[in-house]
C-alpha cells in the first residue's frame, strides 16, 4: 500500500521575469515500510521536495498525499497539526536542544503528541541506556544523530524524513546511525526517506528516487538491498 503519493508536484521561485523550478512535474510513490532513498546531486531540489512531503514547504501545483492525507489542502494550522503528529524529522546537524538533556530533549514530543513514546523506552531501543541524563555536548556526533532520531521516532510518525542524516559525521559512525535507521525500518515498519548525495547508500535501499534538476530522473526497486554494513564505503 502507498504510504507516500505525488503526482505531478512543481515548485518553482520567482526571479525577476522568469520561475526558476526546484521541482517539475515530480510524480512517484513509496510504499508502506520501504527505506528509500532520494539520490541526486546538490542542488537538485531534494531538500525542497522532504520539506513539501513534511509540510515545511508548499508545491504550487500538482498531488501529495501522505498516509491517505492530501497535504497540498491543508491549511497552516492543518499543516502544523500534520508535522506534530505525522512526520518526524531527522537534520544533518541534530538540532538538540543544548540545554536540556538527552531524556527530555525526547520527552519534549509528548508536549506535541499525547500518545509520544516514553523517551527512556526509545532511548534504550537506540543503544543510549544510561545515557539520559547527559547533555547534547557530552556526546559524540554519533549519538547526539540517534539521540535526534529517537526523538523523531517517539511521536510514532507516519513517516521519517531524513535530511542528509549523515552528512556531519565520519563514514564508520555514519553506518551506524544509517543501520539503527535501516533497522526501525525493518523491524519497526516505520517508512524512511532519507535525501543524499551519497551514492553508496542506495545499494541498501529498497527504492531509490533519482532526481537532478527538480527531475525525477528515475526510480528504481532494489529486491535485494545490501545491508549497511555489507556497502563499500
Not at 531524513?162 to 552528512?167: K, Q, R, S, V, W
Request: proline residues 3%; glycine residues 10%.
Amino acid at each position: 500500500m502507498s504510504i507516500v503519493e505525488l503526482h505531478n508536484v512543481s515548485r518553482g521561485y520567482k526571479n525577476g521575469e522568469r520561475t526558476i523550478y526546484a521541482l517539475k512535474d515530480v510524480s512517484f510513490s513509496v510504499e508502506s515500510g520501504e527505506f528509500t532513498v532520494i539520490l541526486g546531486p546538490s542542488g537538485a531540489g531534494k531538500s525542497t521536495l522532504l520539506n513539501i512531503l513534511g509540510g515545511i514547504d508548499r508545491a504550487d501545483d500538482g498531488s501529495v498525499k501522505v498516509a491517505g492525507v492530501e497535504v497540498t489542502a491543508l491549511s497552516e494550522k492543518e499543516l502544523s497539526i500534520y508535522r506534530a503528529h505525522r512526520v518526524g524529522f531527522v537534520f544533518q546537524f541534530y538540532n538538540l536542544i543544548p540545554t536540556l538533556t538527552v531524556q527530555e530533549n525526547v520527552a519534549l514530543m509528548k508536549e506535541l503528541k499525547k500518545e509520544a513514546l516514553p523517551a527512556e523506552e526509545v532511548l534504550d531501543k537506540l543503544g543510549l541506556h544510561g545515557q539520559g541524563r547527559k547533555f547534547p555536548g557530552q556526546l559524540s556526533g554519533g549519538e547526539q544523530q540517534r539521540v535526534s532520531i529517537a526523538r523523531a521516532i517517539a511521536k510514532n510518525p507516519d513517516i521519517l524524513l531524513c535530511d542528509e542524516p549523515t552528512g556531519a559525521l565520519d563514514s564508520e559512525t555514519g553506518v551506524m546511525v544509517l543501520e539503527e535507521l535501516q533497522k526501525l525500518c525493518r523491524e519497526e515498519g516505520k517508512t524512511t526517506l532519507i535525501v543524499t548525495h551519497n551514492a553508496s547508500i542506495a545499494k541498501a535501499a529498497d527504492k531509490v528516487i533519482r532526481i537532478k534538476n527538480g527531475e525525477v530522473r528515475a526510480v528504481e526497486t532494489n529486491d535485494s538491498p545490501l545491508k549497511l554494513s555489507e556497502v563499500e564505503w
